[in-house]
């Protein structure tokens, strides 16, 4: 019986291990339609026989390996494994040339030299062909861990190319084990990290701008499900720890699983939910009601201020996913408490006809829910060196505006003026109204004018509707500013409004207008 050898993890020569400074970029080639990664991962799990053996596992000798060197039987050695990569030709970035540099010979130069970030051994799995027979993999010795803490940033490889691609690498003590992340850039924002325990599988995901990096691994020895996740942002490095079961020594981290180690755009993500607890809902006016969500325990998140995530719930037997704006418990100025806990807060208003938000509406206290992790494209890059702010919300949009208010006052040092314009239908539509007045009679930055499209008679504000005349007025620009807009609302409102703002000067680098 063959007996393979167990694979360390991440391989000592890995990229996930050492970084190498100054390395060059691989080169790609454009692949033919339905060829993607995705493509394989979908390819190499469909149950086809990718290797020629019929699941049989051999052993190869040098003999052998010769005899498969064509481009239609092409089969190479890496660390001692064999792989017949001959159904991966067409899906490799590099082209057909690159992997036919090992055709029939031992690639594991070539290997290290160009694709040693690349964890091949999840990736060719279903090509195994066996192991060399006169090349027997020699014991790996145990290289030493860290202690569990964070490395200051004078000991971290200095950046050479501005986009390079995120890496991990693992360590233990008696009783943790950590799992860390170098994201070879600045971390930006402080919802980045979005982890998931759950029946010994651990999914990190780490969002990067447009970019998304997992690791999904399923852990070698039971664990608790506990985690902590720390995250040095000045140098781009974030700690998952999780806590053991037992104290034992791990021979390696975990077995890796779907899209582990792959570093894509966020749009070719799915989404991934997880079940959230309903534990509060608070009535806000006649038809609005603050929801506040639990994450399950084993789950770390953050969403980042201007991102939203989807519910996602089975009604009348049809799958019903809608997106939500996360809001902070309050608007005053000072220490937010939100981010200390696991708790995700709603403002959501109920629609008579609406199905998800009715739904939402009858659950109790204790029910579930099933939430995704952040999305959205919204960025704080512009708003730093911005002085002057506007926001144009109506209704409901005024839930992305909610945290961006209080990250512009407290957090922003270059904003002089916050001005936010809130368009409702009645005077008793318009949410956190007693707080806005606050925080415009205690903030000096801060400027709300409520407009109303149906009021009472009793009604001193300004009435109407979104119009040429109004964003005119309300969109100046003093001399010397830098101004940045920011718009929510209906389709039909903000599509308005979009339109209005150009023509008032604004360029697309001067507005941000979120969906929904």
């Given at each position: 019986m063959l007996n393979i050898p167990s694979q360390s993890f991440p391989a000592p020569s890995s990229q996930q291990r050492a970084a190498q400074p100054g390395q060059s970029g691989r080169i790609k080639v454009a692949l033919k339609p339905g060829h993607s990664l995705m493509d394989w991962i979908r390819f190499s799990k469909s149950g086809k026989d990718l290797t020629g053996l019929r699941g049989r596992l051999i052993e190869v000798s040098n003999e052998e390996l010769q005899k498969h060197n064509s481009r239609n039987d092409c089969w190479t050695s890496i660390r001692g494994m064999v792989y017949n990569v001959t159904p991966y030709m067409d899906y490799h970035p590099g082209g057909e040339d690159e992997l036919m540099k090992a055709a029939g010979i031992d690639g594991t130069d070539l290997f290290e030299q160009v694709h040693r970030w690349v964890n091949y051994e999840s990736m060719l799995k279903a090509c195994l062909v066996g192991r060399m027979a006169t090349q027997p993999i020699t014991a790996i010795k145990e290289i030493p861990r860290p202690q569990p803490v964070f490395i200051p940033s004078y000991q971290v490889v200095p950046l050479a190319v501005k986009e390079s691609r995120p890496w991990y690498d693992w360590f233990q003590t008696a009783k943790t084990v950590h799992l860390v992340i170098y994201a070879q850039r600045k971390v930006l924002n402080a919802g980045c990290t979005v982890v998931d325990l759950k029946d010994g599988i651990i999914r990190v995901e780490v969002l990067l701008g447009k970019m998304s990096y997992v690791i999904h691994l399923r852990l070698s020895e039971n664990v608790y499900k506990d985690i902590a996740v720390q995250t040095a942002f000045s140098v781009g490095k974030i700690q998952v720890t999780i806590y053991k079961e037992a104290e034992e020594k791990w021979s390696s981290c975990g077995q890796p699983l779907e899209f582990h180690d792959t570093f894509l755009a966020k749009k070719d993500r799915g989404l991934f939910f997880r079940d959230c607890v309903l534990v509060s809902k608070t009535e806000l006016n006649h038809n609005t009601h603050m929801f506040q969500l639990q994450l399950p325990s084993g789950s770390a998140m953050h969403v980042p201020v201007?991102?939203?995530?989807?519910?996602?719930?089975?009604?009348?037997?049809?799958?019903?996913?809608?997106?939500?704006?996360?809001?902070?418990?309050?608007?005053?100025?000072?220490?937010?408490?939100?981010?200390?806990?696991?708790?995700?807060?709603?403002?959501?208003?109920?629609?008579?006809?609406g199905v998800l938000t009715r739904h939402l509406n009858s659950l109790c206290l204790g029910d579930h829910i099933s939430v995704s992790g952040p999305h959205g494209t919204f960025s704080l890059r512009p708003l730093h060196g911005t002085t002057v702010l506007y926001f144009l919300a109506a209704g409901t949009g005024f839930t992305p505006m909610s945290r961006l208010i209080r990250l512009a006052l407290q957090e922003i040092t270059t904003i002089r003026k916050t001005l936010l314009l809130f368009f409702n239908r009645q005077e008793a539509d318009i949410f956190c109204r007693r707080e806005l007045d606050e925080l415009t009679a205690n903030e000096e930055r801060f400027q709300v004018e409520h407009i109303l499209s149906e009021p009472r008679d009793s009604w001193t504000g300004r009435k109407g509707r979104v119009d040429n005349a109004l964003i005119k007025d309300f969109l100046s620009r003093p001399k010397g500013s830098k101004c940045y807009v920011c718009v929510c609302g209906p389709t039909l409102f903000t599509e308005q409004t979009i339109r209005m703002v150009k023509q008032q000067g604004f360029s697309e680098e001067e507005f941000h207008a979120f969906q929904g």
């Amino acid at each position: 019986m063959l007996n393979i050898p167990s694979q360390s993890f991440p391989a000592p020569s890995s990229q996930q291990r050492a970084a190498q400074p100054g390395q060059s970029g691989r080169i790609k080639v454009a692949l033919k339609p339905g060829h993607s990664l995705m493509d394989w991962i979908r390819f190499s799990k469909s149950g086809k026989d990718l290797t020629g053996l019929r699941g049989r596992l051999i052993e190869v000798s040098n003999e052998e390996l010769q005899k498969h060197n064509s481009r239609n039987d092409c089969w190479t050695s890496i660390r001692g494994m064999v792989y017949n990569v001959t159904p991966y030709m067409d899906y490799h970035p590099g082209g057909e040339d690159e992997l036919m540099k090992a055709a029939g010979i031992d690639g594991t130069d070539l290997f290290e030299q160009v694709h040693r970030w690349v964890n091949y051994e999840s990736m060719l799995k279903a090509c195994l062909v066996g192991r060399m027979a006169t090349q027997p993999i020699t014991a790996i010795k145990e290289i030493p861990r860290p202690q569990p803490v964070f490395i200051p940033s004078y000991q971290v490889v200095p950046l050479a190319v501005k986009e390079s691609r995120p890496w991990y690498d693992w360590f233990q003590t008696a009783k943790t084990v950590h799992l860390v992340i170098y994201a070879q850039r600045k971390v930006l924002n402080a919802g980045c990290t979005v982890v998931d325990l759950k029946d010994g599988i651990i999914r990190v995901e780490v969002l990067l701008g447009k970019m998304s990096y997992v690791i999904h691994l399923r852990l070698s020895e039971n664990v608790y499900k506990d985690i902590a996740v720390q995250t040095a942002f000045s140098v781009g490095k974030i700690q998952v720890t999780i806590y053991k079961e037992a104290e034992e020594k791990w021979s390696s981290c975990g077995q890796p699983l779907e899209f582990h180690d792959t570093f894509l755009a966020k749009k070719d993500r799915g989404l991934f939910f997880r079940d959230c607890v309903l534990v509060s809902k608070t009535e806000l006016n006649h038809n609005t009601h603050m929801f506040q969500l639990q994450l399950p325990s084993g789950s770390a998140m953050h969403v980042p201020v201007g991102a939203h995530v989807y519910f996602k719930s089975r009604i009348h037997d049809i799958e019903t996913v809608r997106p939500y704006t996360p809001v902070d418990q309050g608007l005053s100025i000072g220490p937010n408490n939100s981010s200390e806990n696991n708790n995700l807060s709603f403002m959501i208003k109920i629609y008579p006809n609406g199905v998800l938000t009715r739904h939402l509406n009858s659950l109790c206290l204790g029910d579930h829910i099933s939430v995704s992790g952040p999305h959205g494209t919204f960025s704080l890059r512009p708003l730093h060196g911005t002085t002057v702010l506007y926001f144009l919300a109506a209704g409901t949009g005024f839930t992305p505006m909610s945290r961006l208010i209080r990250l512009a006052l407290q957090e922003i040092t270059t904003i002089r003026k916050t001005l936010l314009l809130f368009f409702n239908r009645q005077e008793a539509d318009i949410f956190c109204r007693r707080e806005l007045d606050e925080l415009t009679a205690n903030e000096e930055r801060f400027q709300v004018e409520h407009i109303l499209s149906e009021p009472r008679d009793s009604w001193t504000g300004r009435k109407g509707r979104v119009d040429n005349a109004l964003i005119k007025d309300f969109l100046s620009r003093p001399k010397g500013s830098k101004c940045y807009v920011c718009v929510c609302g209906p389709t039909l409102f903000t599509e308005q409004t979009i339109r209005m703002v150009k023509q008032q000067g604004f360029s697309e680098e001067e507005f941000h207008a979120f969906q929904g």
